[in-house]
């Protein structure tokens, strides 16, 4: 398993959990005022944890639709321990957002189970969005929350990952 080998996650200084050598963070650049509050709160749950910045290398996609592709040709490079989406997919007045988020979300569970590296979902679809100040304020903040409770899903399940054994 990629997340198990020893190359790939280090042992921590602070305690025995191991620590990611690299994670990948895919961000949707479409609603990017938004999205960026996920991806800085990202970056603050990982320095919090004592873990270099280095370790996270952000990408930039145009749209949630294409993080799936981006997610797979970077698990495939087998350089990540991890990989993180972050996007938002809005209800423009039509149903195709339902197809989209369906379409993301399938594709982001196809790639870890496809790749066995671990991907995590940030990408959010609200039912109601609206651009107004009051909609944006609300969902930058939500992503805030968001962007830390992915980070440590991400940290904590590669550190469960770790402790399970490779098969023979």
């Not at 999205?35 to 919090?48: L, Y």
């Not at 949630?64 to 321990?81: N, Q, S, V």
């Amino acid at each position: 398993m990629n997340q198990t080998s020893p190359h790939l996650l280090q042992p921590s200084s602070a305690a025995d959990a191991p620590r990611p050598r690299k994670v990948a963070v895919i961000a949707a650049s479409w609603h990017q005022g938004i999205v960026s509050a996920g991806t800085d709160a990202i970056q603050a749950e990982f320095q919090r944890r004592g873990l270099p910045p280095e370790c996270l290398e952000f990408h930039s996609v145009p749209g949630a639709f294409e993080i799936p592709l981006f997610a797979m040709r970077l698990a495939r490079t087998r350089r990540y321990d991890a990989i993180i989406a972050c996007g938002l997919v809005v209800n423009g007045g039509i149903y195709r957002h339902e197809f989209v988020a369906a379409a993301v979300i399938d594709g982001l569970m196809r790639v870890q189970l496809d790749t066995d590296v671990p991907v995590f979902s940030s990408v959010l679809t609200p039912r109601d969005f609206h651009e107004h100040e009051e909609h944006l304020a609300f969902f930058r903040s939500h992503f805030v929350k968001k962007g830390a409770e992915v980070a440590q899903a991400c940290l904590n399940t590669l550190s469960s990952l770790a402790a399970i054994p490779e098969s023979a």
